[in-house]
């Protein structure tokens, strides 16, 4: 086992990035929008019937004549009822949250292995977990034909899911690269390596190295096409 960091290819694709950005930055303005039209209308309304009304109500001008009255209080009888609540811009806050989400997930997703220690950057904060020690599962299991990466009815494996040991905290290895559909071999070989390489005969170990024989196969099948 190597002592150098290495980091490993997960995430987009360029090209997937750029798509997941625009997306992300076209909620998050429409959300934004959403949130900023009831004060913009309130804004437009006050705008529209006059900073320097003498009256600040229709009862105070009920006795002149209709047409001595400025027209907000012509066209209706209540000439400062308030926009739209600012509490309906309120909705548009999960399409900006869900935005910036999207923007700081496609770009900030990273995973490093540092010997048997994984470092996973999602879009929010960094989770570090001991492979060596951790609990291992797969993770996504899915079931693929004959002309994908493994044979007619084994099952694929989607990510490696490790628990640190004494909490429920798991961190997630993602098993996809940068627009390919498995990491590279090497890759696939280093977390094996650093799964199985001083392990304690536990209960658990029987799971992780089952896991750690998968990535070892699935190394090799690339390898070899």
Known sequence: MTN?????????????????????????????????????????????TGPGDAFASYEEARDLPPGLLPPALRDSADPNQSGPSPFIGLCGLPFVLLGLYLVLRVLRTAAWLDGSRA?????????????????????????????????????????VLATNPGSARRVTIPLRGMGLPVLPPSELRALAEAITTGRPGDERAGDARAVADHLRRLAQHQSTD
Do not use: M, N
């Open 4 to 48: 150098q960091e290495l980091r490993l290819s997960v995430g987009a694709s360029p090209g997937q990035r750029v798509v997941a950005v625009v997306a992300g930055v076209l909620l998050t303005a429409v959300g934004a929008a959403f949130v900023a039209l009831p004060l913009v209308a309130d804004g437009l309304l006050r705008r529209l």
């Open 119 to 159: 470092r996973v950057r999602g879009a929010l904060r960094t989770r570090t977990v001991d492979l060596a020690t951790a609990g291992i599962e797969s993770g996504a299991v899915s079931y693929r034909e004959a002309d994908d990466d493994g044979p007619a009815g084994q099952p694929q494996v989607r990510a």
